[in-house]
């Protein structure tokens, strides 16, 4: 174990700091938009800051780093087309303008709005399973990561991981948004710092410029050009850059982070300047992962050998303040999803469902439950779960089961006078059908101890099965319309809203 006393001071400070925030931010709240949204009152800086920090947490590490140790810098063009999508999103206003003028708390209270609640309902499922689903990946490889920097028995993995969730609920529950957006700030100025130092010290380690040299040599072209690498190519350019599209605009981590902005038009700044940060949030872990492959060889483990990489070439001090930067980048961002799920549940299937209103106090305590509900279904997931492919793989499956019909649903809802009630349906059960039947027949053959794929990993390759459940999604939402109008306006058009 490296870590000396100094170290140990850092993460003890960030995490003593952490917890009065979310003291703080429970003096502030006392209603439901401030626990849900901030109050509405999110600005420029912090509006970037949070919305940087909550996409950049340890899971986002973790994946750029593997992706990085097996593909070389080929993997950067992820990071490319996610930045191109911020930018194309905050240069149009494509989506962002109309929807933060509602004064929504989650994205798919828009579909009770445009269609049904029936829909809102179908939407909610779909989000809550593709973001639970995906949470306890990210209690996982947080834990991984912890293991192997700190260099603790992986015995203790378990332990580590329930340590974690406790630390992340308690101060998401005192403080809800106020605080998840004020630890968000702490963590963006942390990361920032301790994000480049480390990639310094990972060229040096490596050579310097001669870092490049070496990754052409250990990875030839396939690590340098990702149109010739098999893991990605122009059939993963064109699903990764939908999927990258749909989620700045439906994921509710960042919608949330859309309704909390002072005004509409200031998000459009937000999203501008954050594509930008998106290209380091990228870079820097993959360069880390790749350092890692040629300190210990491409063929050792790709999921921890970045942290043991890290924790191997840096010096005392600077150890701990990046163990601290990951700390709070990990409890930052799951605290963002922990709130964002939690809020869908209890805006979008509890109170419609109940058909009735509840007070700000009872929504507020019912958020807080279904946080705590949340945050033990990843403990266990996490335990359980084991992943047959990279993580970032994985997350791209559960996510796509919501986002291949939700992109019809939330784009035609807003810019097609045509689109109904049962197209909508029909788009979000089409557009789940491959991704939902994948995941959910890799679960079942992995609870009966099999490591080979399901009928559908044979029959359709990733990045043909992600495209054609976003097509399944658009043919749905058209046929749909077409073939079931509907006889009358929504709430949207009636207020005109829509226009």
């Known amino acids: 174990m490296r870590l000396t006393w100094i170290d140990w001071s850092s993460i003890a400070l960030y995490v003593i700091a952490a917890i009065g925030i979310g003291l703080i931010g429970r003096g502030r709240v006392s209603k439901v938009a401030d626990f849900l949204v901030a109050g509405r009152h999110i600005r420029y800086h912090l509006g970037v800051a949070t919305l940087v920090a909550t996409e950049l947490g340890l899971i986002t590490m973790m994946y750029f780093g593997e992706q990085g140790f097996r593909f070389g810098l080929s993997a950067f063009i992820i990071g490319i087309i996610w930045a191109a999508a911020y930018y194309v999103i905050g240069r149009t206003g ?8 509602l004064e929504l708390f989650t994205i798919t209270e828009y579909f009770q709005l445009r269609y049904s609640r029936g829909v ?3 939407g ?4 809550t399973i593709s973001g639970i689903l995906s949470l306890g990946v990210f209690l996982k490889l947080g834990a991984v990561f912890i293991v192997h920097f700190v260099n603790i028995p992986e015995t203790l993995l378990h332990i580590t991981m329930s340590v974690l969730v406790v630390a992340v609920l308690v101060y998401t529950v005192l403080g809800g948004m106020l605080s998840v957006v004020l630890t ?5 100025v942390i990361l920032a710092v301790s994000m480049a130092a480390t990639t310094i010290f990972v060229l040096m380690q490596q050579g310097g410029l001669d870092f490049f040299a070496r990754v052409t040599a250990t990875y030839g072209a396939q690590g340098l050009d990702p149109f010739v690498q098999p893991e990605y190519g122009w059939s993963f350019v ?9 989620g700045c605009i439906l994921w509710q981590p960042v919608a949330q982070r859309v309704f909390a902005t002072h ?13 930008v940060m998106f290209l380091g949030r990228a870079f820097f872990p993959i360069v880390w992962g790749i350092g890692a492959a040629l300190y210990f060889g ?14 191997e070439i840096l010096p005392v001090g600077m150890l701990g303040i990046v163990a601290a930067g990951m700390f709070a980048a990990m409890m930052s961002t799951d605290s963002g999803y922990i709130l964002a799920w939690s809020s869908i549940i209890v805006n979008d299937l509890v109170i419609p469902l109940r058909n009735r209103t509840l007070s700000d106090s009872q929504r507020i305590l019912w958020t807080r439950t279904a946080i705590l509900v949340i945050g033990a279904f990843m403990l266990v997931f996490g335990i359980w779960y084991e992943l047959k492919e990279t993580a970032f793989r994985y997350l791209l499956d559960v996510t796509t089961v919501y986002y291949a019909g939700g992109l019809a649903v939330l784009v035609a809802g807003l810019y097609w006078k045509r689109a109904s009630t049962t197209g909508a349906y029909t788009a979000f059960i089409l557009g789940a059908l491959l991704p939902l039947t994948f995941v959910i027949e890799d679960m079942i053959l992995q609870a009966r101890g099999s490591t080979s794929g399901g009928y559908i990993a044979q029959l359709f390759l990733p990045n043909v099965r992600g495209t054609l459940s976003f097509v399944l999604g658009f043919v749905g939402m058209g046929i749909g319309s077409f073939v079931s109008p509907d006889t009358q306006q929504s709430t949207l058009q009636q207020t005109g809203e829509n226009r």
């Not at 909610?124 to 989000?127: D, E, I, K, Q």
């Not at 968000?184 to 963006?188: A, I, K, L």
């Not at 064109?238 to 749909?246: L, R, T, V």
């Open 124 to 127: 909610a499922v779909l989000l």
């Open 298 to 311: 491409v063929s050792s483990d790709a999921t921890g050998g970045m942290p043991k990489f890290l924790a």
């Open 94 to 101: 494509f989506v962002i303008d109309r929807i933060r003028k």
């Open 184 to 188: 968000d700030y702490v963590q963006f």
């Open 120 to 122: 809102r309902v179908l």
């Open 263 to 275: 005004s509409p038009e200031l998000n459009r700044s937000i999203f501008k300047t954050t594509s």
């Open 238 to 246: 064109f699903y990764w850059s939908i999927f990258a599209i749909s």
